[in-house]
């Protein structure tokens, strides 16, 4: 077909590693002993006992026919158990958390490997009871024997995947003329022991974790779930069953959608200030940057030994260059200013007496009601509501804090417009 899933993968990887690993990165850290929070798809015999999900889906809405093309890829993260066991006459015995073999530090830790299934076909083929593309995935065991600089052997690594059982399930309906409901799920089907029916931590190794999908087309179009045109607004109710659909690719195309675990907005990006994938989630790059640089060496060394993946993030991170951290300190790309409005840009430079409305604004800004500000910036919000940013007109630092875009805001009924050449910062 042609299409070309890579203008998504950016956000698709920072949908799959949303998580992944929190700071400060290490095994030993107690925020990284409860793992996998998003889109876990668990198997059937856990999910009805605990009142997990054993699938995870979408619905949405295309534009075209049943002659369009579509692809649908499923990407998720199969467990790998990494762990440490000590040795008697050669052989693994029991668990352990760490071993320390001369410099190198080896830690017990589950790793995600990507997975991906992926369905290519027209809408039509999809129509009925849909198409549906069963999977699984065999289990593996991989044992390396940890030997000392005298060849002796100190431990093993284990390394172990349970094997899976899912499928992808395509299916859509004709709603009106060229209007499509696509329905795209993914479900475990995988097996799992009575043993494992009331433990999670058994259960995750058995379970499809930071599920998402991908849904594409060269000749139809789809239709955002967040701002629906209003003639087929009444299409778009109950869009999800655990995966968010919204447009991806640049701000009006309308052939890539991903549907995530996690609330977006249409066409998100990365930051283009941001180096790579920092893996933490609700990360802020720059503060979370400068603090993982700031860990002890034997921390570092505990946090590389705890995923290739982190190792590979802290040496990138020690390579950072000072323009790039620098131009990771802010950058503001929402703020919508009001100047060219002729009922607001006039009130810049102008002072106000403030009036702060109960329910509306911080308890310290009561403190401030009869005080005299100036205004300067006139914001409005994404709702449209517009406000004033005002520094106090008492205030000695109020030229510094102009300097930085540092204001107090309050909405137009909150303020009285005090006449041309006012003066003074009395409170009444």
């Known amino acids: 077909m042609g299409l070309d899933f890579s203008r998504a993968k950016a956000i698709a990887d920072a949908v799959l590693y949303e998580g992944y690993a929190l700071y400060p990165y290490r095994a030993s850290a107690r925020k990284n002993r409860f793992r996998w929070q998003f889109g876990v798809a668990f198997p059937p015999v856990y999910a009805e006992v605990m009142g997990e999900r054993a699938w995870l889906g979408t619905v949405c809405l295309l ?3 049943s002659a369009t093309d579509l692809a649908v890829q499923a990407r998720f993260f199969q467990i790998e158990r990494r762990r440490i066991q000590g040795t008697e006459s050669g052989e693994p015995v029991a668990t352990i958390p760490e071993l320390r073999l001369e410099e190198q530090v080896y830690v017990s830790w589950d790793e995600g490997v990507e997975r991906t299934v992926q369905w290519v076909g027209t809408i039509g083929e999809t129509f ?8 699984s995935i065999e289990s593996s065991t991989e044992v ?5 600089s005298a060849g002796h052997a100190v431990g093993h690594l284990v390394r172990r995947r349970e094997g899976l059982v899912g499928s992808l399930l395509v299916r859509a309906e004709p709603v009106e003329h060229r209007l499509i409901r696509l329905e795209a799920s993914l479900e475990n089907l995988t097996p799992l ?5 009331h433990e999670r931590a058994e259960a995750i190794a058995s379970a499809f974790v930071s599920v998402h999908l991908l849904l ?3 000749r139809g179009a789809f239709c955002s779930a967040m701002d629906p045109p209003r003639a087929i607004a009444r299409h778009t109710i109950t869009l999800s069953h655990g995966l968010f659909p919204v447009l991806v690719g640049e701000p009006g195309e309308r052939q890539l959608m991903l549907a995530a675990p996690i609330i977006l907005y249409d066409y998100p990006q990365v930051a283009p200030e941001s ?3 920092l893996y933490d989630a609700t990360e802020i790059d720059e503060l979370l940057i400068l603090r993982t640089l700031l860990l002890t060496e034997e921390e570092k060394r505990e946090a590389r030994a705890t995923d290739p993946r982190i190792a590979e993030l802290l040496d990138q991170l020690e390579r950072l260059s000072p323009d790039t951290l620098t131009r990771l300190h802010g950058a503001i790309r929402s703020r919508r200013v009001w100047g060219a409005n002729p009922d607001t840009a006039v009130l810049v430079g102008r002072r106000v007496r403030l009036y702060p409305q109960l329910g509306r604004t911080d308890a310290q800004d009561w ?4 005080k005299i500000a100036i205004v300067a910036e006139v914001r409005t919000d994404i709702d449209g509501t517009t ?10 630092d109020a030229d510094l804090l102009r300097d930085w875009g540092r204001f107090r805001y309050f909405r137009l009924d909150e303020v009285e417009l005090l006449p041309e050449g006012a003066s003074g910062c009395a409170s009444s």
């Open 128 to 135: 009925g009871d849909g198409v549906r593309v069963p999977f």
């Open 367 to 370: 403190f401030l009601v009869g």
């Open 63 to 65: 534009e075209g026919d």
């Open 216 to 218: 594409g087309t060269t």
């Open 275 to 277: 180096p790579r994938l």
């Open 193 to 197: 022991t009575s043993a494992a029916a």
């Open 144 to 148: 390396t024997a940890l030997t000392d």
């Open 387 to 396: 406000f004033l940013g005002v520094t106090l007109a008492d205030d000695p």
